[in-house]
């Protein structure tokens, strides 16, 4: 069964402190995502990576950025957070190749609050 | 860029009944994907249905299936004989073909069923 998790389920910071949000894959797959989620906005597309190492920006980077030292971890930071980043962030996973649109496995998020 | 747009924050329909979930999209590409994810109340977000954009046959999946109306650039979630299990957030989504088949989501729609 595919198994994507996150660090923390609910997690309370102070501003300005930096955050690390962890994803873990088990499926080996190569592409990876982090979304932000918020009311009446959907979900939108911070960072994902294709490969270990690769990243590449998605709508919303700013103040947020990533790491991928291995295949099956994905980390976002704020690197100083702030309360307009309080939200729900889901991670997901999906693999690189094959046809019919590739199904994007997701994390349980984290509710992250910024006080 | 790709938009998604849910015109419908909330819907409500009575247990065993049919209900239909709008989505419209707006792109300049031929060919995409779109998709219907489900997010359970606390719980993981899951795929739902998956349409290529270039066949033109429905997509249905037990009791769910879309209306994929190209032209129109639309894309609606019909859930007949509608279960308690049922209810949730539902997020239309699109993607491209190429690369990592980064989604695009709409604002979402929250589904309640009624007893």
């Known amino acids: 069964d595919v198994k994507v998790t996150q660090s923390s389920r609910y997690l309370v910071k102070r501003t300005g402190e930096k955050v690390f949000l962890e994803c873990v894959q088990d499926?080996?797959?190569?592409?990876m995502f982090w979304y932000r989620q918020d009311p009446g906005l959907g979900l939108r597309l911070i960072y994902f990576?294709?490969?270990?190492?690769?990243?590449e920006k998605g709508d919303i980077p700013e103040g947020y950025s990533v790491s991928r030292e291995k295949k099956e971890r994905f980390s976002l930071i704020l690197e100083s957070a702030s309360t307009n980043q309080t939200s729900m962030y889901l991670c997901?996973?999906?693999?690189?190749?094959?046809?019919?649109?590739?199904?994007?496995?997701f994390g349980p998020g984290t509710r992250l609050t910024v006080l | 860029a790709q938009t998604v747009t849910q015109s419908q924050p909330e819907m409500s329909v009575q247990e065993a009944e049919t209900v239909t979930l709008s989505c419209t999209y707006d792109?300049?590409?031929?060919?995409?994907?779109l998709f219907w994810y489900k997010q359970p109340p606390s719980r993981q977000m899951i795929l739902v249905i998956r349409q290529e954009a270039y066949k033109q046959q429905n997509a249905t999946e037990n009791r769910f299936s879309v209306n994929f109306q190209k032209a129109a650039k639309s894309f609606s979630l019909k859930i007949s004989d509608s279960q308690l299990g049922d209810a949730a957030m539902y997020f239309c989504a699109y993607s491209i073909i190429q690369g990592a088949q980064k989604l695009v989501f709409g604002q979402g729609t929250r589904l309640t069923i009624n007893p």
């Open positions: 499926m080996d797959h190569e592409n």
């Open positions: 792109t300049s590409e031929s060919d995409y994907y």
């Open positions: 990576s294709y490969d270990v190492k690769m990243k």
């Open positions: 997901a996973s999906s693999r690189l190749a094959g046809g019919g649109g590739r199904t994007q496995y």
